[in-house]
C-alpha cells in the first residue's frame, strides 16, 4: 500500500507549516551553493526573514539559463562524494541543464512516484512497462524506482523498436505503460497492423506524459487502446516526472506540495496569481539536498484547480498544460528551441536568411522538416554539392538535438518575407 494518509490528506494549515519549514532549511541549504550564495549577497537577501510560503514571493525567479549559466555544479549545495546520480534535460548537448541527486533525493523522489502511481489505482501486481527513455532523460528511471518501490514489476524496455515492445507485452501480460502520447498513437497502429486488437491485450492503465496533449487525444488513446490513461507531469529541473499527476479521477494532476510549493504567475509582470487563474507555473523543490531550486519558471501555462477532489486527497491540482511562455518545441518528446537550429544553420556559409521549420505527425510520430533558403549562386549548383550540402546540416543538427530533420532546400526569396516577428515553426501536428 503506497497511500501516505497523513500527507496526502494534510489539512491546508499543517501544509503551510510544513512548506514553511521545509522552505527555511532550503534556503539555507541554497545560501552554501556559489550561484545562490552569490545572488543572495548581491541582492541583499536576508533569508533568515523568509518565514514563510508568502514570504517565497520576494525572492527572485531561478530561469533554465540561470541553470546553464551555473553548468556544471553551481548550484550543488552537497559534496561531491554525496551525489549518486545526474540527469539532463534532453535535447540539448555542452551547456544543458544538469541535475544532481543524494541517494535520499532519488529515495524520496522514488517514494513520490509509488504514491501518485497507487492514486491511480496500480497496485503491486501490476506489470509495468516502461516505454519512456532511459538515460540522461528523466522519464525512464523517475518511474522506474517509484514502479519498483510499489512492487511492480517492470519491464524496462524504453523506447522504440515497436514489434519487441508488442511482444514484451503479449509474453509478460504488460497491465500498465508509461509512454509518450506521440509514441502510444503510433505503436498502437503497428499493433493493429500486426492484425492484433489492443483491446484484447491486458494493457489497462497508461500514464501519459513528457509532452503536451489535449483531452480529445486521450479520449482517441483510451478508445483505441481499450485502456484508462492519467496525465503524468514533470520537469527534470523539479526531479522529473511525478511532479504532478492524476489520480483515479482523471480530473486535474495532484501536485505533490509536500516536496514542492506551486505558485502561478503573470509571465509578463512576475505577479503572483490566485489560485483559479491561469498564467506560468513557478516551483520550488523544498525537500531536496542535493539541488535546492527556488522559484523555477517552468515556461508553463496551466491554472491551479481550487475545488478539492473527491478523491480526499487535499494537494491542489493543476490543470493540463495549455502551452508554453517561450518557444521549446517537443518534437517526440525531445526538447528542442529553434534557436539551437538556427545556431547551426547559420555556421553554414550557403545558407540565407530565411528559414523555416515545420513539425508534422505521420503515423502518430512527430517529423521535422526544415526548409532552407539557399543563396543564389549555390541554388543553381550541382546536385552533387547540393546532396552533399544536405548530408552536412543534417549531421550537424543529429548531433546538436537528437533529431534527424528533413531539409528542403529552397530558392532565394521564396519563404514568406517576416513581417515583424518571424514565424519560423509551423506545427501541423494535432495534439
Ligand atoms: O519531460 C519529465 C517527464 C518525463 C514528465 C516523463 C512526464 C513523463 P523535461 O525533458 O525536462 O522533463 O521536459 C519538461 O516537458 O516543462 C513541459 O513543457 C513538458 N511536459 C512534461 N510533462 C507534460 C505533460 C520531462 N504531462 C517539459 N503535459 C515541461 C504537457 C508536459 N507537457
Redesign the pocket.
Known sequence: MYFQKDIETISKNALHLLQSERLKKTLEAAATTPYYGKLFQEKKIDISKIKTVEHLKDLPFTTKNDLRLSYPDGMVAVPRSEIVRIHA???TTGKS?VIFYTMKDIDNWATLVARAMYSTGARREDVFQNM?GYGL????L??HYGAEKLGCMVIPSSTGNSLKQLQLMQDFQTTLI?I?PSYALHLVEVIKENGINPHDLSVKKA???????SESTRKKLEEQWGLDAY???????MN?????MECINKAG?HIAEDYYIAEIINPETGEPLPDGEEGELVLTHINREAMPIIRYR???LTRIIPEPCSCGRTHRRIE??KG?TDD?L?VG???VFPSQIESVLMTIPEVGNNYRIVLDREEGLDRMHIQVELYSKLFQGDMKALKKLNKEIVEKLRALITINPRIEFMEPGSLPPSEGKAKRVIDNREI
Request: glycine letters at 20%; one cysteine or more.
Open positions: 534535460s534532453s535535447g541543464t519512456m532523460f528523466t522519464g525512464g523517475g518511474l508509461h509518450t500514464y501519459f506524459g513528457a509532452e503536451p496533449y496525465n503524468c507531469y514533470g520537469l527534470s529541473e522529473g516526472p511525478g511532479v504532478a494532476m517552468t515556461r508553463d493540463r498544460i508554453r521549446m517537443i518528446g525531445v526538447n
